[in-house]
């Protein structure tokens, strides 16, 4: 019965750091549209509010961590989930940074670039979203592994589409009238917002892996 209990308990708790997860990249939007709406201080506003989430996030791998070295889930289970748990919150780090460029290091956007930045972004959450699902079908008791894999495709289809978006994005503004050193700043910020459906990606492949050797 202990053991049943231990695992509960981390179900919970990795449920609980997705949801904080999440809840970093949905204030990181929030700052890109601060940002994008020229209201600095909502964007500082916004960039503490995504750090307090992603130490949050920290706290909780690091609970995530004790709970499986105290023996939730058979031991080859127990390295897969660690290994998803630090895949996801790879996503909480980028999204902070994200944040942290914003209010500190804002680059010039001409108001040409702004609807297409935003709509990137955005299919970088919803692959996150996607990702979301997935992981939430692995934690049932059971699994449900028909419909992980359904999740997990729509992550690699959004990905694509977000470097698409993300390459031609960097055209325009390469082609633009900005300098060289805004063209550059500006990149590193499409970049960051891209990132986010890569590393979601990837943390669909640790997942698609896991699945593939056992269902918790």
Known sequence: ?????????????????????????????????????????????????????????????????EVLLD?????????DVYRLVGAVDTLANKAEGLARSLADRPPALPDEFKPDLLVLFQHSLDSFAELREALRDYLKPKGVLENLHVHVTRVGELES????????LLKRIFASSLTLAEKLHLEGLVKRAAEISDLTEDAADELEFAAMKSVV
């Open 71 to 79: 023996g939730a889930f058979l031991p080859h289970i127990r390295s």
């Open 161 to 168: 589409e977000v470097d698409r978006m993300e390459s031609a």
């Open 1 to 65: 019965m202990l053991i049943f209990k231990k695992e509960k308990e981390a179900r919970k708790l990795v449920l609980g750091h997705l949801n904080e997860v999440q809840e970093c990249l949905t204030e990181s939007r929030n700052a890109l549209e601060a940002f994008i709406a020229g209201d600095a201080d909502r964007v500082q506003a916004k960039r503490e509010k995504v750090s307090e989430l992603e130490s949050g996030a920290d706290a909780k791998v690091r609970h995530i961590r």
